[in-house]
């Protein structure tokens, strides 16, 4: 199901992750299921740990990837509720949740997705959420105050 | 006028003012009788009103296809009576053979054509039309050419209420009439061969699929998974009474009723990667492919599998409400493709139209609605002629054509539209139309010209570029056995 163009991306990709610094994260390859996914560990400036999870779709880099928020799993709010909860939300910036609760967080919508965006500018915005998310615990106010600087365009 | 005699006379005064020509009778309406007589040219009529050419359209007209006829004249020969269905439009004005086109009347009557005026029409029969051999070589549309090279003149008659009055018959050929209209602009039949798939049939995809079908386009694939609304009427070709259909049928519909012969394929179905298997056979028969979808990532995917398949594509679109819109014609790997273009002009590329529920979804947050703020079919109309006027010049390359002389005013691959200098954009200071000469208006084209991307990741090498700017070697990539795996 994949070609080789789409092959070599991820390989470069996974490169690109290791000479960028983003060591925790990797692109992984499932033989069994010939399928790929990118993930890592994250953790933030105060050192609590995330996991972030990028399941490649099969028209990647043409079709938008998701990432999903996998650990701390259940996420919760300032308030107590779960971050899955909203759905899609501006406040948050998160996108529709994975079927199993898993947190999507918005990087680049489908209206601004395009095939030149690298998974190492994805995993930024993953890392810059991680950081709002952790002023929202502490403030209580939107995620979304906290990272009005970052640009969609890339 | 029930006289027979009359009525011939009616007819051929009839026809004499129809062709302007002095006839040896006129028609004059008779007070005392209340009806129109023909009366003998010099003839004192003073109490009569005279009829001129103006008011000659006095019969109801029956349309029949010259083409079923020639496939019923072994049965007529035989038979001597063949029956078939009628529209009867505007109080029964109009009867139009309902094989002819594909929308019927409201009211349905059955007629008949009769060899001879003696046969009997099977029982129900409302409307005649009965032949009769005519040695007369001058062919008005009254006149039928049997397959074996008689000719007959025709005319009508409508039994109603125990009256029998006079219609007069037309004999149509479809396609030659159609293609004789083409004609001169476009060679007959030139676009026969040539097949285009339009992926959506909205207000834009629809008028370029109907627009190519009346320029002669033999062959057109639909694809588009809605259905018509209500609120789609005010700009759709479809209109109320086909609320609720797919709107590819609706444009198959329509498209038939102006090309019967076109060949017209259907595919209700989403354009997204679930169905790449589905998208890539159509494709693969396309000459030319128009992608008339309102959100980005249908365009990339269609962007993708146009230039594997090394398939022509133009990209149209609407800004938000129309205030202008674009035209993007790609030619795979000889010009800009669609991420060429995103990457050479964002801003553009991201300004869209955002005419329904789904295309709102699409970029809104459910706690920040974007509002559903469609353009007017007026201004979406001038987008919609480019693409199709596009799609036809890349359809008739290499013919012969009075449009060759075209290919120089379409060289770009970028065509920029304005319907009005919309507040709060980098078009709002645009002079006005009438007072400007050499600077940028609305209501004009402009073409504009910028470079592919060689390092494009549909069209170009996008991997190695990138490699080399990190100093990795591309050929490594394919051997590079660095990926970690999982079971
Ligand atoms: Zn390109």
Redesign the interface.
Same mark, same amino acid.
């Given at each position: 199901m994949w070609t080789d163009e789409q092959r070599r991306r991820l390989v470069l990709e996974h490169e690109i992750l290791q000479r960028e610094g983003f060591t925790q994260f990797s692109v992984y390859w499932y033989r069994s299921t010939d399928t790929y996914e990118a993930s890592g560990a994250a953790s933030s400036n105060s050192g609590r740990a995330y996991s972030l999870a990028i399941p490649i779709p099969s028209g990647f880099p043409y079709q938008r990837p998701p990432m999903y928020l996998t650990e701390p799993f259940p996420l919760y709010m300032f308030d107590g509720t779960r971050v899955s909860s909203l759905g899609v939300s501006h406040q948050m910036h998160t996108l529709a949740p994975c079927s199993n609760g898993f947190v999507q967080l918005c990087h680049w919508r489908d209206a601004r997705w395009h095939s030149n965006i690298l998974l190492q500018k994805v995993f930024l915005k993953g890392l810059l959420w991680i950081e709002a998310y952790e002023q929202h615990l502490a403030t209580g106010r939107p995620l979304a105050e906290f990272v009005l600087t970052m640009a969609e365009r890339a | 006028m029930g006289d027979p005699q009359q009525q011939q006379m009616i007819r051929e005064a009839m026809k004499a003012i129809a062709e302007r020509k002095p006839g040896r009778s006129k028609l004059v309406y008779d007070k005392t009788k209340r009806t129109i007589v023909a009366v003998v040219e010099g003839a004192q009529t003073p109490r009569a009103l005279n009829i001129t050419a103006d008011d000659a359209d006095m019969f109801a007209v029956v349309t029949v296809s010259s083409r079923w006829l020639r496939e019923q004249w072994p049965q007529i020969m035989r038979d001597r009576v063949t029956s078939t269905l009628f529209s009867s439009w505007d109080d029964g004005d109009a009867f139009t053979q309902c094989n002819l086109g594909i929308h019927p009347a409201p009211s349905i009557i059955q007629g008949a054509v009769l060899f001879g005026d003696g046969i009997e029409p099977p029982d129900g029969t409302q409307l005649r039309v009965i032949l009769t051999p005519t040695q007369n070589s001058n062919l008005d549309p009254s006149t039928f050419v049997a397959p074996d090279g008689s000719t007959h003149c025709a005319e009508g008659r409508r039994t109603s209420n125990n009256s029998d009055e006079a219609v007069t018959a037309v004999f149509v050929d479809v396609q030659p009439a159609l293609a004789t209209r083409r004609a001169g602009i476009l060679e007959t039949s030139i676009l026969s061969d040539k097949s285009v798939l339009v992926f959506g049939v909205g207000t834009g995809g629809a008028h370029a699929a109907i627009e190519l079908a009346k320029c002669g386009v033999g062959r057109l694939i639909l694809v588009d998974p809605d259905r018509l609304s209500v609120g789609n009427v005010v700009r759709h070709p479809g209109g109320l009474s086909q609320v609720g259909r797919l709107k590819v049928k609706v444009v198959c519909d329509l498209i038939r009723d102006k090309n019967p012969d076109a060949q017209i394929l259907t595919h209700p179905v989403a354009l997204t $990667?679930a169905n @790449?298997e589905t998208m890539k056979p159509l494709i693969a028969q396309a000459d030319v492919v128009i992608c008339a979808t309102d #959100? =980005?990532?249908s365009k !990339?995917?269609v #962007?993708?599998l146009c230039i594997e398949a090394n398939v022509i594509a133009v990209y149209g679109g609407a800004f938000r409400r129309a205030y202008g819109g674009q035209v993007l014609r790609v030619r795979p790997r000889q010009s800009p493709c669609h *991420?060429c273009f @995103?990457?050479a002009m964002?801003e553009e590329s991201?300004d /869209?139209e955002v005419s329904s529920v789904a295309d709102a979804e *699409? /970029? &809104? $947050? +459910?706690? =920040?609605p974007v509002a559903i703020e469609p353009g007017l079919s007026l201004d979406v109309l001038p987008i919609a002629n480019m693409v199709t006027k596009l799609a036809l010049m890349e359809l008739l390359a290499g013919k012969p054509s009075s449009l060759s002389i075209l290919k120089r005013d379409f060289d770009a691959p970028w065509y920029l539209w304005l319907n009005r200098p919309e507040p709060g954009t980098q078009y709002a200071s645009w002079p006005p139309l009438s007072e400007s000469s050499d600077e940028m208006t609305i209501n004009r084209w402009y073409g504009i010209y910028f470079e592919r991307d060689l390092a494009?990741? &549909?069209c170009g090498d996008?991997?190695s570029a !990138? &490699?080399a700017s $990190?100093g /990795?070697d591309?050929a490594s990539? *394919?051997t590079?056995s +660095? !990926?970690?795996?999982? *079971?």
């Open positions: - | $990667y @790449v #959100n =980005r990532p !990339l995917l #962007n993708k *991420e @995103v990457a964002p991201t /869209i *699409e /970029i &809104a $947050y +459910s706690d =920040r494009c990741s &549909a996008f991997t !990138l &490699a $990190y /990795i591309a990539l *394919e590079l +660095s !990926l970690p795996s999982k *079971e």
